[in-house]
């Protein structure tokens, strides 16, 4: 891992948006999630979360939040509820649209 020279980790601290020569890029074949969080300076700093709110989770698969509270009704999507937040993890949101793209290939 990165650090700056504040002893941060370097994905959690804003930059600019072009990366200098003498950074790092991740891609996002390898952090698993890109860009399309909202909220996150770089795919690298999106790639430390791990649970999402409804919210995020329906902004990453651009689809709306009641569609999300349908796929959690149905258990398509798990989740787990901390205090009064319902959380549905990463991995979960990428299975469902892996799932997605499984039966448009069957068709």
């Known amino acids: 891992m990165t650090m700056n020279s504040d002893g941060r980790c370097a994905c ?28 996150f300076a770089s795919p690298i700093a999106a790639a430390h979360t791990v649970l999402l709110t409804v919210e995020e989770a329906a902004q990453y698969l651009r689809i709306g939040r009641s569609k999300i509270y349908e796929l959690l009704r149905d258990e398509t999507l798990a989740s787990v509820r ?23 290939r069957d068709l």
Not at 14 to 30: F, G, K, M, N, Q
Not at 82 to 104: F, M, P, Q, W
Request: net charge negative.
């Open 82 to 104: 901390i205090g009064r937040r319902r959380l549905v993890h990463v991995v979960e949101v990428n299975r469902y649209a892996d799932s997605l793209a499984t039966k448009d």
């Open 12 to 39: 959690c601290v804003p930059r600019s948006t072009e990366p200098s020569a003498t950074e790092p890029v991740e891609d996002e074949a390898r952090t698993g999630i890109g860009s399309a969080l909202p909220g």
